[in-house]
């Protein structure tokens, strides 16, 4: 068959050449449709009942992620000058297109009492720019009066305070939120140049804005960077532009099919989409390195230039195949994921690795049958006396030195086990930020005056209409938010009990005394005045209010909070072991707890008891009903779903490469001593996360699957060459080791020189995780190489008796490396004691 497809290439190159342009033009029309991604990435799969909720809860009171934080703290905003510039920029954000309302000290409202009209009407503190500095003093101390906005706008402790704008939901999620967050990065700059005081900028859309601008970036800066480094290799090992020249092209096409598919499919560039084309590029050399190696080994052994191309068509084709194929079946797995962006990202890596090795078997034999015969300074290479001198060492500490390689595989698998041990699974909503960033000093801002600002959400249902009115409900929930306002990791609750209070101060003159739940002497009357608030159907800002923590139906309430970025371990515990045991206490009425009082260990074994509880009161019909929702609990939950997912892809890719495995060499030994082989540097990997204190997170355990995937080809090389030897040495197990570790070491080498390369130019990525996966994957490829020149064989020699039926190989039966007849010569085989068969069984 090989044969065939070898003829059929270099006869009909003009075709072949027409139809591969054709395809190229086609994807690059769709290459210039792909769209960046501005949405939030969804890590949780939609049948999740709290994604579902969370979408029901964005539906009734709005996006919680849509807020542009704008902070400062600087004495100076409270002179006259100042302050009025900071209503000016107040001012002029409200007026950008895309924003919906601002929130900040100068634009601050109070409720006023209309006696006439029996409602609440809203008026603003500072109507006009104050003109003295008496008068803006005058109504800051009025201000601070209205308890409504304590700690929320204003920090009571230090003067911090902060502009809060809500951005339209369709703005968020479209390019015009870069346009509009440009905007407003144009205003604050005007208002620092004629102050002197720094902003610090935060929110969901600041974040993600920031990210997709860098992605974009990153794509361009690792693509080049990644074929910088591998053409310098190429260069380097073949002494050539040539041999530099004709594979970047070949690259370059995969890099338009890989972007073109995504316009196809109509998937958006995200921060792991848009790593495709550099991964691609670092795992699509190592193709161009065989066939080239080859050719000009086979070219050296008979001078003729088409006979050496038919072969390495028809002797590199299958092997390259079977590479390839595990190389993709590492990223396919990720296809299974219900999570969007890791079953596109897994979908197109998988078909374009394919790709990969049909245009590198079609358009490098076809180049190079158009260009001279290579010259004697270009076989240069194939001279590797340093090259054989390390795989005569390998092969000495194979075949003299096992227990030892043994006694130091033992050493390291208890080293890794305790580095994995210390492993945390931890990850932050801005995980892949710098974090010497800008984002990261002003998140750090929001959190040490604000307690942060990412969203978290708790839905109380009186599972009545109008229920939320109800004095007893409301004293409830008064009592939940005061135990809430005691933890310091989360900011002050927002909600309709804040409002409530702020009517009964307004109905008595705006006394700050009178800030607290209606009592039954006025609860009439206050609840009469909002009533015909309700009706209104002017859109005023106490029906905004209204609108935004209530339902319209008045039987659900929210309560809105802020909590810091403090990691994903410490986030899931402050919910399930803190607030989850705080609405049992309250609302469910079980066993009370002081968690002020008690140790983290204590906390998290008292919270969990309570928490067991919750389920049988939480249905009860007299009871409340209170969910938990929001943005940063979907992160919590999806990280976990992601990790936990992306450990069964690793199974998964295992156990579909070990079916591979078994359909190619048919035997249990063969895949037992792979799989075991290229398992052992993913365990070096994962200790040495635990040992350097790098978590395991998505970006991270992202990596064991690409890993293992890359890392198998070369046992597929050694593996298919040693049953080839088997055969050729009468099954002499010793003798086949020997002559399939020198004829495929140096290949191997080569290419995990190139992946090593390849990979590490990602640790010059912004983002932690591209910084992770680089690093990481290149240590666990460097490591596998160790492993399959040394422990491969070792494994080989002591275990595998030889003997094998050739009708059971006949996949692999034309396969042919890297053999060079010289070789036997450069070999120091004084180094090695071959044992006889029966010793080396031992």
């Given at each position: 068959m090989w044969t065939k497809i070898a003829h059929t290439i270099l006869k009909r190159r003009p075709v072949f050449l027409v139809i591969i342009a054709l395809i190229t033009a086609f994807m690059g029309y769709h290459a210039l449709k792909v769209q960046k991604s501005y949405e939030l990435a969804q890590l949780v799969p939609p049948s999740d009942a709290d994604f579902k909720y969370l979408k029901n809860f964005k539906a009734q009171y709005g996006e919680d992620g849509n807020i542009v934080a704008i902070g400062l703290k600087d004495k100076n905003v409270y002179k006259l000058a100042n302050f009025n510039e900071l209503k000016k920029l107040a001012d002029e954000i409200k007026k950008l297109e895309g924003i919906t309302q601002v929130l900040s000290l100068p634009r601050m409202q109070y409720l006023v009492k209309d006696t006439e009209n029996r409602k609440f009407v809203g008026k603003p503190v500072f109507s006009e720019k104050p003109a003295t500095q008496q008068e803006l003093d005058s109504l800051l101390?009025?201000?601070?009066?209205?308890?409504?906005?304590?700690?929320?706008?204003?920090?009571?402790?230090?003067?911090?305070?902060?502009?809060?704008?809500?951005?339209?939901?369709?703005?968020?999620?479209?390019?015009?939120?870069?346009?509009?967050?440009?905007?407003?990065?144009?205003?604050?700059d005007k208002f620092t140049e004629n102050t002197q005081i720094d902003l610090h900028f935060a929110g969901v859309p600041v974040v993600r804005s920031m990210m997709m601008t860098k992605v974009g970036k990153e794509l361009t800066l690792l693509l080049v960077v990644s074929l910088g480094a591998t053409a310098l290799i190429l260069f380097l090992f073949f002494r050539s532009l040539k041999a530099v020249l004709f594979p970047i092209i070949i690259i370059a096409v995969v890099v338009v099919w890989t972007m073109g598919m995504l316009g196809l499919f109509q998937f958006e560039i995200t921060i792991l989409t848009g790593l495709l084309p550099p991964i691609l590029v670092v795992i699509g050399i190592p193709n161009a390195v065989y066939l080239l190696n080859k050719y000009h080994q086979e070219f050296r052994r008979h001078g003729s230039k088409i006979r050496a191309l038919s072969t390495i068509i028809r002797k590199i084709g299958v092997v390259t195949l079977m590479t390839n194929t595990t190389t993709a079946i590492g990223f396919f797995v990720f296809s299974f994921m219900e999570i969007t962006i890791l079953r596109e990202f897994g979908i197109v890596a998988s078909i374009n690795i394919m790709s990969t090795f049909v245009v590198s078997l079609i358009l490098l034999p076809i180049f190079f049958s158009f260009l001279p015969k290579p010259k004697p300074h270009e076989l240069t290479h194939l001279d590797r006396k340093h090259l054989n001198a390390t795989l005569t060492t390998f092969a000495n500490i194979v075949f003299n030195h096992r227990k030892k390689v043994y006694l130091v595989l033992v050493v390291i698998l208890v080293l890794s086990g305790f580095g994995i041990s210390k492993m945390k699974m931890v990850a932050f909503m801005v995980d892949d930020i710098p974090p010497e960033s800008r984002i990261k000093r002003d998140l750090a801002f929001f959190e040490q005056n604000f307690s942060g600002v990412m969203p978290l959400e708790i839905v109380i249902d009186t599972r009545r209409k109008k229920g939320v009115m109800s004095l007893r409900n409301l004293q409830k929930v008064d009592e939940f938010e005061k135990e809430l306002r005691k933890i310091t990791l989360?900011?002050?609750?927002?909600?309709?009990?804040?409002?409530?209070?702020?009517?009964?101060?307004?109905?008595?003159?705006?006394?700050?005394?009178?800030?607290?739940?209606?009592?039954?002497?006025?609860?009439?009357?206050?609840?009469?005045?909002?009533?015909?608030?309700?009706?209104?159907?002017?859109?005023?800002?106490?029906?905004?209010?209204?609108?935004?923590?209530?339902?319209?139906?008045?039987?659900?309430?929210?309560?809105?909070?802020?909590?810091?970025?403090?990691?994903?371990?410490?986030?899931?515990?402050?919910?399930?072991?803190?607030?989850?045991?705080?609405?049992?206490?309250?609302?469910?009425?079980?066993?009370?707890?002081?968690?002020?009082?008690?140790?983290?260990?204590?906390?998290?074994?008292?919270?969990?008891?309570?928490?067991?509880?919750?389920?049988?009161?939480?249905?009860?019909?007299?009871?409340?009903?209170?969910?938990?929702?929001?943005?940063?609990?979907?992160?919590?939950?999806?990280?976990?779903?992601?990790?936990?997912?992306?450990?069964?892809?690793?199974?998964?890719?295992?156990?579909?490469?070990?079916?591979?495995?078994?359909?190619?060499?048919?035997?249990?030994?063969?895949?037992?001593?792979?799989?075991?082989?290229?398992?052992?540097?993913?365990?070096?990997?994962?200790?040495?996360?635990?040992?350097?204190g790098v978590p395991l997170k998505p970006s991270t355990a992202l990596i064991f699957s690409i890993a293992f995937g890359i890392a198998v080809d070369d046992s597929i090389h050694y593996l298919a060459r040693y049953r080839q030897e088997l055969f050729l040495n009468k099954f002499n197990v010793p003798d086949a080791i020997l002559k399939s570790l020198r004829e495929t070491g140096t290949g191997m080498i080569y290419t995990s020189i190139i992946l090593f390369f390849g990979f590490i130019v990602f640790v010059s990525s912004e983002f932690q995780g591209t910084v992770s996966l680089g690093g990481l994957t290149s240590i666990t490829l460097m490591s596998a190489m160790f492993a399959n020149l040394i422990l491969l064989p070792s494994m080989l020699l002591s275990f595998d008796n030889g003997k094998y039926s050739k009708n059971k190989m006949q996949i692999i039966e034309e396969y042919d490396e890297f053999h060079l007849e010289q070789d036997d010569e450069e070999l120091d085989t004084d180094l090695i004691k071959v044992y006889k068969e029966d010793e080396a069984k031992d």
């Open positions: 101390n009025f201000a601070k009066t209205l308890k409504f906005y304590e700690n929320q706008l204003v920090n009571a402790e230090n003067g911090a305070t902060l502009i809060l704008a809500s951005m339209k939901r369709d703005i968020l999620n479209s390019p015009d939120r870069d346009v509009l967050i440009k905007k407003i990065y144009k205003l604050t989360l900011s002050p609750p927002v909600s309709m009990i804040n409002f409530i209070k702020a009517t009964r101060q307004a109905y008595y003159r705006n006394d700050s005394s009178f800030y607290s739940l209606p009592t039954r002497n006025d609860q009439g009357f206050i609840i009469q005045y909002l009533k015909t608030n309700q009706k209104d159907k002017k859109v005023t800002p106490t029906s905004k209010l209204l609108t935004a923590f209530v339902d319209s139906t008045g039987q659900t309430m929210r309560i809105s909070l802020k909590v810091a970025d403090v990691g994903s371990i410490k986030m899931d515990s402050l919910v399930s072991q803190v607030v989850r045991p705080l609405v049992a206490k309250t609302f469910y009425e079980q066993k009370a707890i002081d968690y002020s009082k008690l140790s983290d260990e204590e906390l998290m074994s008292e919270g969990a008891d309570i928490a067991q509880d919750v389920a049988r009161e939480f249905f009860n019909p007299r009871k409340l009903k209170v969910n938990i929702t929001g943005t940063t609990l979907l992160f919590i939950k999806g990280n976990k779903y992601l990790v936990n997912n992306l450990k069964n892809s690793l199974l998964l890719a295992i156990l579909l490469i070990s079916i591979l495995m078994a359909a190619l060499f048919g035997s249990f030994r063969m895949i037992l001593v792979s799989i075991i082989t290229n398992i052992i540097p993913l365990a070096i990997t994962a200790g040495l996360m635990g040992f350097l």
